[in-house]
């Protein structure tokens, strides 16, 4: 008996590169070599894995749609309708289950509940003092946050706010930092009048006027990412994670400290306009995913893949529903069978559209034989002219 | 705050490797497949991933897909204006 030598098993896997998907070359690669076998079992094992890979093949024709919509339909409405998980920490609360994978479908401008994972980079990963660091930048802090109280004093027409120094500290905010902030906004002069205690004065004597400047003044925004309401840092595997309430990863990215090749926010269309739509594509996959296994429901992941491509196919984020994929399918019978119907028959009609009966609805409804499956082969017959020439 | 450098937006796991074809890499790619240009999956050229390697409208894209099934699949975009 003649072995192969484990090199040449492995050219003769990588020659099916053309045949077999790369996952299934680097599983022969790693498995066959440990065994010995002559030529003649090596092309027995190949040819029964390239025979068992294409039975598991899609069949041309096959209606993938609607395998895939009730493969996620079914196990759908075993899911409980109305939960909120808490992502660690309780006060933290996100959508998840029916409500957030409808959200998903229907590509919702904002999701109910933004949220964003921050990775933090090497140098602020391991250590909860430096991710507090990187948290101080990113939760927003405005001034009404670190004041006690503030006063107005119609008669000289300036507002007076008392700060509290200690959560000041716990922000790493300054007195400086604020007044350099108040003094930006250009509304009066700025006076350290005690230890806490700020003085805006201005020469406005209007009560109503010195109360929206009071709102204005609070309002103020001294540190942190537009967005970004509330942190919360967890020790996750070994590595500090921030996890944020609200979401701006363009500007979340930029920030000091954050690792910016894992840093994911739960907005659909953040992660499309920053990243592209490839990534969006990508996080659709994994947000359906993630809902779908969090509720314990094992659902094929290629069924997920389709409904994003499908959502993805025209370089921007489409929904499922009406003003989505099903909305804008080309033929009218198949949209008037699916929502409204008089009103595309009117439009349609108006506008003289014609329905070229190439779907599965129109079909059904003009009562022909359905282009799926067998029903998606057509025969041409030659005629007497044409097969003279040929 | 910022890091002065622009951070590659090809480092973040969500984005797949995204490759600008010549025009003979497209009509070989085209002809291959059996399609026109317009049957492909759609690119905006606005996309970040495109403006990053400076596809133009008309171009066609090809991405490697990192994927969980096949391991790696490889599709094409057209990039379109938008």
Known sequence: MKYLKAEDIVNRVDSLINVL??????????????????????????????KEYEKSLVEPGEPVGVVAAQSIGEPGTQMTLRTFHYAGVREFNVTLGLPRLIEILDARRTPSTPMMTVYLDENHRFDEEKAKEVGRNIETTYLENITESVEIDLISGSILLTLDLEVMRDKDISVENVINALEKLKVGEVEMVDDNKIAVRTDILDVNKLQKLRNKILALKLKGVKGIKRIVIRKEQGEYVIYTEGSNLAAVLKVEGVDPTRTTTNNLHEVAEVLGIEAARNMIIREAMGVLEEQGLDVDIRHVMLVADMMTYTGRIRQIGRHGISGEKPSVLARAAFEVTTKHLLEASVSGEVDELLGVTENVIVGQIIPIGTGSVQLLMKSTSSRGKT | MAMGSKFNIFDHELVPEHILLSKEEAEKVLMRLGVKCNQLPLIRSTDPAVRAIGAKPGDIVKIVRKSKTAGISIIYRYVIPS
């Open chain 1, 21 to 50: 998907p790369p996952s299934i070359i680097e599983e022969l690669k790693e498995k066959l070599p440990k065994f010995k076998l002559t030529e003649e079992e090596l092309e027995k094992i190949l040819f029964t894995v390239v």
